[in-house]
């Protein structure tokens, strides 16, 4: 099987993590800062294993997931109609994701960049790109915004990820600004991302009500 450099490079990211795990295992305290609140205050802390290894873990199993996708759907051929954009994604995901370990990792040897500074900056890469993404890629069944309408109708599909590569365009400028509003980092993040849902899937449903009344209207 031929590796594409996309995924030579989400596979070296995920034995970089290993590799930066096993050299600062010693240096990490027997119980690691895991998690932290809307306020950068650590809330939740993990055994020193697992503080180490489980973002690696489960990012080797997302690198794995993204490689088999655009070999295992059944529309196939779609992807690779805007595959330079996916493998985009997959880069730019295997660096935000990267800058979370790394912030776990620092904090926990006493360098404290705090989340509400790492997330909002991250988040705003990834949604602006998955803007891009969503106003390129073609019908599959991985990847967009798959709801039963967009997955039936062509048309439905184009219209309904037009509009929304263009929300998440503007969810990422407005994630940024968790920078500036450190103490609302995390509903600048969220809420954008939960009305993108609540409107695409909405928005799908009546462009496929109206393509059913255009096919089924009498010709004049």
């Known amino acids: 099987m031929r590796f594409r450099r996309s995924e030579i490079i989400i596979f070296g990211m995920a034995l970089l993590f290993f590799i930066i795990g096993i050299y600062l295992y010693p240096r990490m305290p027997e119980r690691m800062a895991s998690h932290w609140n809307i306020h950068g205050e650590v809330d939740g802390y993990i055994s020193k294993f697992w503080g180490v290894f489980l973002l690696p873990f489960i990012f080797t199993a997302l690198a794995l997931l993204f490689v088999a996708i655009p070999r295992i759907d059944p529309l196939k051929a779609n992807i690779e109609k805007f595959r330079k954009y996916y493998d985009g994604f997959i880069i730019l995901f295997s660096i ?50 798959r709801t039963p309408w967009t997955l039936s109708n062509e ?50 449903y009546f462009e496929y009500q109206k393509e059913l009344k255009r096919v089924k209207a009498p010709p004049s």
């Open 155 to 204: 048309k439905v599909w184009e219209k309904t990820h037009r509009n929304g590569g263009k929300m998440f365009k503007i969810a990422g400028l407005v994630a940024l600004l968790g920078v500036l509003f450190q103490d609302y980092a995390f509903l600048l993040i969220l809420i954008p991302v939960v009305l993108i849902v609540a409107y695409t899937f909405t928005y799908s």
């Open 96 to 145: 935000f994701w990267f800058s979370i370990y790394i912030q776990t990792i620092l904090w926990n040897i006493g360098i404290q960049i705090s989340p509400t500074i790492v997330f909002p900056v991250g988040f705003s890469f990834l949604f602006f790109y998955i803007g891009i993404l969503c106003e390129k890629v073609k019908r599959n069944w991985f990847i967009g915004i």
